[in-house]
């Protein structure tokens, strides 16, 4: 099993009018899939949350391209914050390549007060979706519908 | 990001323009703006996604969008397609995630200048009964799968059979709240599971609940018949179809992917991934977006229930001093089957209006019999801090947008920047300041949803009515807000 230890989202946010556009970066697609979730986590908790006992899920993805495999990594992620109220606070990749992905998370439900000042992501769009190779890994843009 | 192209535009008059059909556009683009209006456009992509748009197999006429577009994903937010029913094709990414997203509007009876003593606890009143904000959820006891299917084909008729309101608001909605040919089984399991307690909430972001004043009256005629008189109290209820729609959208985004390679469909963007009307894949979401369409309509229903029991609680009031009464509910994200003239013929369309809603003009049997005199009411929410507006649908609108119109302000300033905006600012203290009371779940939807994120409503409303779209009716000062 691998484990990713980057702890501060590697994220920046770009300007959007209505919704909300990031890019990030990794050294590994498993880094990049993870800083990918921290970042839209720090959007919609607005980066703080408790590191509570958490319990475990897993998650198994798959897709034809890199850029849709993010996308539907993190509607996974969406799916779950939704369903279950909790934010992921760990991430421990038990396999990753262009076409695949599945990682043990781990989560914390999410408080009262992160609740009160959460951000809502709906969804994360296809529109202007990329994921690249770079000198230092790779580099990704999402738009989250909000 | 992908770089902001350059979109040749044309000025056909003071309120519109157009972008000639280049390349594989199908049909011209068209947009309802100001010059001024225009100058701020044009720093976007929205423009281009009305390109984008004009590229769908079987779009009719032209790609349009109103006054209030700006930067969507796929479509701008503000535009609306009509695709041929026979051969054209629906896109999930047409209607966009919050399916059914609208707004209602409720006359009263309350004098406004006797309800500000007492806008507090009706706000608070108001907070206690209808979950707001991220998640909301359990406004009403948790429905089993069955109960949430008989929401999804019945709409607000549901939302009546169980108490909430009466059948005589149905004909107060769009649709009668409820479209037919939702097919419940072209729902997966993750829609149900997100949906399933959050019906009678309002949700977060744009999503408010908001107590104005009417201010001003322009069409005296309309207003009366929308029982509307200076200085009383109006609500206005802004929300959607909550994780239920967005996880629709999302599902079949991807069977629209699938459907547009199998049928050899080439779209500029993957949001505008599509499926032909007549085919297994556009047939499904059809039936699956109609379920989240109701979902909203019951939701909507609900919450205005709820907040009619607030009011009746906190002022002591009975129903009958209340005097609430629904003046409309309109869908802003939709795609539906409607008949127009084109050129002289009719013509079956889909309907995709994606931050747009229905303005249909006066005598068409689409609208209540009651409004058929004036037209149907197209309802204008503006920022938290300055005004919202009633419009009414014209011929002109039938003729020449499909009987579509704005549905915003539309926001000018990115959350981030309105964020950073705010900081230092007392956003609570400045709205009481304007006359605004505001309950919300954090302090940061307030920053994020200050008035100066958003362009001045009144602009977006005055080039529709300029351009002879809709007619203004009245206008609305907010006095109080709750948000999630």
């Known amino acids: 099993m691998m484990h990713v230890n980057n702890t501060v989202p590697d994220f920046e946010e770009l300007e959007h009018t209505a919704d909300i556009a990031i890019r990030v970066r990794g050294h590994s697609l498993a880094s990049l899939f993870e800083n990918a979730s921290r970042g839209m986590v720090a959007l919609i908790s607005g980066g703080t949350f408790e590191d509570a006992p958490a319990e475990r899920r897993s998650i198994r993805v798959e897709a034809d391209r890199t850029d849709a495999l993010l996308r539907e990594w993190l509607s996974e992620i969406i799916f779950l914050i939704s369903v279950e109220r909790a934010l992921p606070v760990r991430y421990a990749f038990e396999g990753i390549d262009e076409r695949s992905a599945a990682a043990i998370l781990d989560i914390v439900p999410m408080t009262e007060e992160v609740a009160r000042n959460a951000t809502e992501i709906k969804a994360v769009t296809w529109h202007g979706l990329r994921v690249e190779r770079t000198p230092g890994g790779f580099m990704a843009e999402v738009v989250f519908d909000t | 990001m992908q770089q902001n192209l350059p979109v040749l535009l044309k000025q056909l008059d003071a309120n519109l323009w157009e972008i000639p059909a280049t390349g594989k556009m199908r049909v011209p683009g068209r947009v309802y703006a100001s010059s001024a209006m225009m100058r701020a456009i044009e720093k976007d992509q929205s423009l281009q996604q009305v390109v984008n748009v004009a590229h769908l197999p079987g779009i009719v006429k032209y790609s349009l969008a109103m006054p209030d577009i700006h930067w969507g994903y796929g479509f701008p937010i503000g535009g609306v397609c009509a695709t041929h029913r026979d051969d054209g094709v629906v896109s999930p990414g047409g209607v966009g995630y919050d399916i059914n997203c609208g707004v209602r509007l409720i006359a009263t009876a309350l004098d406004a200048d006797e309800l500000r ?123 959607g179809s909550r994780g239920y729609g967005y996880q629709i959208c999302d599902d079949y985004l991807k069977v629209a992917l699938r459907a547009t390679e199998k049928y ?153 920047k309105a964020m ?62 709750i948000k999630g």
């Open chain 2, 420 to 481: 950073a905006e705010s900081r230092g600012h007392d956003m609570i203290g400045e709205l009481r300041d304007r006359g605004v009371e505001i309950q919300a779940t954090g302090l940061r939807t307030i920053a994020e949803e200050m008035p100066h994120a958003y362009k001045d409503v009144a602009d977006v409303v005055n080039v529709m009515h300029d351009a002879g779209i809709t007619l203004k009716v009245a206008k609305f000062k907010p006095v109080g807000v």
């Open chain 2, 117 to 239: 003593p007492r806008i507090k606890p009706l706000l608070s009143g108001l907070f206690r009964h209808i979950p707001t904000g991220v998640g909301a959820s359990k406004a009403i006891p948790k429905l089993n799968r069955s109960e949430l299917h008989a929401v999804a084909v019945e709409g607000a008729r549901w939302a009546v059979r169980r108490g909430f309101g009466t059948s005589a608001q149905l004909e107060r909605i769009e649709e009668h709240g409820c479209l037919a040919e939702a097919e419940p089984e072209a729902v997966d399991d993750r829609p149900w599971q997100r949906g399933a307690d959050q019906l009678g909430t309002l949700g977060s972001g744009n999503h408010f609940l908001e107590i104005g004043m009417v201010e001003e009256i322009y069409h005296p005629e309309a207003a009366r018949v929308f029982g509307l008189q200076t200085g009383k109290i109006v609500v206005m209820i802004h929300c």
């Open chain 2, 264 to 416: 050899g469909i080439s779209v500029p963007d993957r949001q505008l991934a599509c499926a032909p009307i007549r085919s297994e894949e556009g047939r499904a979401y059809l039936g699956a977006m109609r379920c989240a369409a109701n979902y909203a309509f019951a939701n909507r229903q609900i919450i205005m229930h709820l907040a009619e029991q607030s009011f009746m609680e906190t002022l002591g009031l009975s129903q009958r001093e209340l005097g609430f009464q629904l003046i409309y509910d309109i869908c802003h994200n939709i795609a539906k089957f409607e008949s127009h003239e084109v050129d002289g013929e009719t013509v079956d369309v889909c309907m995709h209006r994606k931050g747009a809603t229905r303005a249909f003009g006066p005598g068409n049997p689409g609208i209540p019999v009651e409004f058929r005199g004036v037209g149907q009411p197209v309802l204008i929410p503006g920022d938290m801090g300055r005004y919202s507006f009633l419009s009414v649908g014209t011929e002109r609108a039938m003729k020449e947008t499909f009987g579509s119109s704005c549905h915003g302000a539309g926001r000018h300033m990115s959350r981030k």
